[in-house]
């Protein structure tokens, strides 16, 4: 029974029980030296400011004309390894600031394609929950929850999904194991309404593990950006996770 539910839980998102093994045996530097790097990422910044200034209004243009656009005042978005956060203004939104991030070690999948443990971050238009960390506050005009002992990302059928504190070992991601992850971190609405079983739980924005930029389906960014991202964050936000910016429109 105890050897069941320690293969259970292992196939969850988050940065992976994977991670966590290698974090505790302290070999995961010597095996992401086996593992491609996001290091060479490199952020559109050569463009001239003309062409830089014409592709913010474009995509600010496109996200103002979404669906999730319309009915949020704030959109972080994901387009492969670049995230940004922006604010909706009368005509369009506009960039913030912007971000280095990563996902999933198996890529993007469309959110209805999307199966427990198969390693991929889901394509689409999300809520942003809440944050939670390790703090008992964080700078943040978010709703706010503090990881315990016993807080528990679900996996069991019944409350899959679902953050519960329980006395006795529940099957799913054990948030308290991840102290370097989940010291700051967003949740991610997806498979919240309605809830799938199977499709997929536990997928958030949180810091990066060391080492590597890859998750077990979550986006991850740096612990800096995690710094400066969280204050300027406001209630009605949601995050769209794409590969181009051509998909905006579909969201």
């Given amino acids: 029974m105890l050897l069941c539910f320690s293969v259970g839980f292992?196939?969850?998102?988050?940065?992976?029980?994977?991670?966590?093994?290698k974090l505790e045996e302290k070999k995961i530097a010597e095996e992401d030296n086996k593992k491609p790097s996001y290091e060479a990422i490199e952020f559109d910044?050569?463009?001239?400011?003309?062409?830089s200034d014409e592709k913010e209004e474009r995509i600010g243009k496109a996200l103002f004309a979404s669906k999730v656009g319309q009915r949020e005042s704030q959109v972080i978005l994901v387009l492969d390894h670049q995230l940004?956060?922006?604010?909706?203004?009368?005509?369009?939104?506009f960039k913030l600031k912007e971000w280095k991030n990563g996902y999933g070690r198996k890529g993007m999948k469309?959110?209805?394609?999307?199966k427990e443990g198969d390693e991929t971050s889901p394509i689409g238009a999300f809520p942003i929950s809440f944050a939670f960390g390790f703090?008992?506050?964080?700078n943040t005009l978010l709703p706010y929850r503090q990881i315990k002992k016993n807080s528990v990302w679900s996996g069991e059928k019944s409350t899959y999904n679902q953050w519960v504190e329980k006395e006795v070992p529940v099957a799913g991601e054990q948030l308290w194991n991840y102290k370097i992850c989940y010291?700051?971190?967003?949740?991610?609405?997806?498979?919240?309404d309605p809830v799938v079983y199977g499709r997929g739980s536990a997928i958030f924005l949180h810091i990066?593990?060391?080492?590597?930029?890859?998750?077990a389906g979550c986006i991850t960014i740096e612990k800096s950006s995690m710094d400066e991202l969280l204050p300027l964050l406001k209630e009605k936000?949601?995050?769209?996770?794409?590969?181009n910016e051509e998909e905006i429109k579909d969201y």
């Fill in 10 to 21: 292992s196939v969850f998102a988050g940065p992976g029980e994977e991670y966590r093994r």
């Fill in 237 to 243: 936000l949601s995050i769209l996770i794409l590969q």
């Fill in 45 to 51: 910044d050569n463009l001239p400011e003309s062409q």
């Fill in 135 to 138: 703090k008992e506050k964080e």
């Fill in 84 to 93: 940004s956060l922006w604010n909706k203004g009368e005509d369009r939104y």
């Fill in 183 to 192: 010291e700051k971190a967003l949740a991610i609405g997806f498979n919240q």
């Fill in 208 to 215: 990066k593990a060391p080492g590597t930029w890859e998750s």
């Fill in 110 to 114: 469309k959110a209805e394609e999307r």
